[in-house]
């Protein structure tokens, strides 16, 4: 029997907007509300790509042998080619490889760990290198105060086999008779933008994400207590307290939000990632993993580090 | 559990940090700076906590006026 495991995670932040500096009293008054100080934003003439690569890049001495890449975005550079095959070039990478694209937001990384899971458990990939970037930025217009919640990002991580089973099952729901509370379409002006409906989608995570929670843990045979953290997708400071009221247990909830931001996919690796160097986490440390978003989707998924 | 609507009026008020006697039957978003995006989540928090996570909250589709509130309030037979 094949495993699967993470072998790796890096990531890749463009600088601190600074938007504290400048206006401090609307940011005071937002950070009290969303947790957020900061947010990241990328130059004018970068892209998913770019940060995708950059991410990529820390972690290029262990990228040799990679079989496979896959690209969470929703904001890709074209609507075809697909961003995966863009970045094999870009990063020189064999071309004996499997390169895909995910269309999936602040669930992506789950998607995108089910998918290298499956691949390399059932013998097709040995190594896959799974990028998640978005670029949210670019679609949000200066008046939409959603610009104070997101921030552009990638990540990379790198998922391999294993001799031992590192992943639980994975559990995903999907609704999407909702699929215009998060949404990029033409405006009036003809441009394509960003739209949130805020409580709404507040009000869907408050009331969905405790319940996949438990009938998870229900299906899985497992309790929160066996888990050392768990990682929600980082939508906001809001949410993330809501989250933690909800399960009833201190401390359990990893929050990074307050100088990155909501970074979409890449909110779960990027707090992974930064759990472990802050020795928060240890590798094999059992931690439960939850995104959620645009669909509306959502999904949840254990394993050890 | 039931609320009245003087507590409801004292929730809001609460959710949105201004005072209790500025809230009524016909207040709604325009009428307060603080009532924005945000505050419609302050609200919503505040009616899950008060009803301790026991009430469908994705029914509610607009939180920007009280008279709506009420209405959703109402219709889940928790409204005095």
């Known amino acids: 029997m094949s495993y699967a495991k993470i072998d790796e995670i890096s990531y890749y932040l463009p600088p601190v907007n600074n938007l504290s500096k400048k206006n401090k009293i609307l940011f005071n008054k937002i950070y009290k509300k969303t947790g957020i100080l900061n947010t990241r934003i990328s130059k004018k003439n970068e892209d998913v790509i770019d940060l995708a690569y950059s991410a990529s890049l820390k972690i290029k001495k262990k990228l040799s042998n990679i079989e496979g890449v896959i690209f969470v975005t929703q904001t890709p550079r074209y609507l075809l080619p697909s961003c995966a095959c863009i970045l094999q070039d870009r990063l020189k990478l064999s071309k004996n490889i499997f390169a895909v694209d995910i269309n999936m937001g602040c669930s992506g990384y789950i998607y995108g760990l089910s998918v290298a899971k499956s691949l390399i458990e059932s013998n097709v990939l040995k190594k896959i290198l799974l990028v998640c970037a978005d670029t949210y930025s670019k679609y949000i217009d200066k008046n939409n105060n959603n610009k104070y919640l997101f921030s552009d990002a990638a990540s990379a991580t790198l998922i391999s086999k294993s001799k031992n089973k590192k992943f639980g099952n994975f559990l995903f729901k999907t609704d999407g008779s909702k699929y215009e509370k998060i949404i990029i379409r033409k405006n009036k002006e003809g441009k394509q933008a960003f739209e949130m409906d805020g409580a709404s989608v507040y009000t869907f995570t408050l009331m969905e994400i405790p319940k996949i929670l438990e009938r998870y843990l229900k299906k899985e045979k497992r309790s929160i207590k066996e888990m050392k953290k768990i990682f929600f997708h980082q939508a906001s400071g809001i949410i993330l307290d809501t989250l933690e009221r909800k399960i009833n247990k201190k401390k359990i909830v990893y929050k990074n939000i307050k100088n990155i931001g909501n970074t979409t996919s890449s909110s779960i690796p990027i707090s992974i990632k930064d759990a472990l160097n802050k020795k928060i986490i240890k590798k094999n440390d059992e931690i439960l993993l939850c995104g959620f978003g645009v669909g509306l989707s959502w999904g949840v998924v254990s394993l050890k580090i | ?80």
């Open chain 2, 1 to 80: 559990m039931k609320i009245e609507k003087k507590d409801l009026f004292s929730l809001i008020s609460k959710a949105l940090n201004i005072s209790t006697k500025k809230i009524n039957d016909k207040s709604k978003s325009n009428d307060f700076e603080e009532w924005d995006s945000l505050g419609q989540l302050a609200i919503i928090t505040s009616l899950d906590k008060k009803f301790k996570g026991k009430l469908n909250l994705n029914e509610i589709t607009e939180v920007d006026d009280v008279k709506k509130i009420i209405g959703f309030l109402k219709k889940k037979k928790v409204f005095k």
